[in-house]
């Protein structure tokens, strides 16, 4: 099991350009996260998903859109990046409600120029 | 809302224990998880505390009071490999599910 896969692992955007950030687990997990972690900020929630063709809004959504058509898959979309979104993106699932152990992907991290 | 507090950073020698303490305050609150963090890796989970009292596995224990809004992180026979970050995250059941909100982590150095 790959557990948790985040692609690509860095990215270089200029401000006002767009990218889709792909993480896809092969756990058969209901539940999907996109954070962010920032210095001194830990990690804050964007979006998640608590189910195939559903997402919600987080702690700090704005900038950024979801998708997740597929289970197995949740993506994460910047229309037009800015500075302020400079940061390591994390993305993470969970088995179901019951139970919230977050599994981790390794990462992406974004500079945003 | 929620508000998590942990230290920002503590030193400790190789061999000794050391604990780190996080407080909150929060609606819902279902549970609270304890992670590990390594500089430019992914959280693993360390342990999850859901009733108040002691949980041990292995030279790690986390504490839980639930009354108290209060957790800590014990880790024994400190190891060189154990610096990291430690991050206290409070699980809180809302009308979206369950979330965790993490705290800002406490940053542990263990020296020689």
């Known amino acids: 099991n790959a557990g948790v896969t985040q692609t690509p692992k860095f990215r270089v955007l200029k401000t006002g350009q767009s990218m889709t950030l792909l993480c896809a687990q092969d756990m058969n997990h209901e539940y999907m996260y996109w954070y962010r972690q920032d210095p001194g900020m830990g990690l804050r929630l964007i979006h998640y998903?608590?189910?195939?063709?559903?997402?919600a809004k987080g702690e700090v959504p704005d900038g950024y859109n979801v998708s997740r058509l597929k289970k197995q898959n949740f993506l994460l979309g910047l229309e037009s990046a800015a500075p302020s979104q400079t940061s390591v993106y994390f993305c993470?699932?969970?088995?179901?409600?019951?139970?919230?152990?977050?599994?981790f992907g390794p990462g992406t991290r974004l500079t945003v120029l | 809302g929620q508000n998590i507090d942990q230290p920002t950073e503590m030193t400790a020698t190789e061999g000794a224990i050391v604990q780190i303490n996080c407080t909150y305050q929060t609606s819902g609150f279902n549970g609270l998880f304890w992670y590990q963090q390594h500089a430019g890796e992914a959280p693993t989970f360390l342990s999850y505390n859901v009733l108040d009292g002691l949980e041990e596995k292995g030279r790690f224990s986390s504490f839980l009071s639930r009354s108290k809004g209060y957790s800590y992180l014990l880790l024994k026979e400190l190891q060189m490999k154990d610096s990291a970050s430690y991050l206290c995250a409070v699980e809180a059941l809302t009308g979206g599910g369950n979330k965790l909100t993490f705290g800002t982590g406490t940053q542990l150095k263990v020296e020689l």
């Open positions: 993470a699932s969970t088995r179901d409600r019951v139970y919230n152990e977050q599994f």
């Open positions: 998903s608590v189910g195939e063709g559903t997402t």
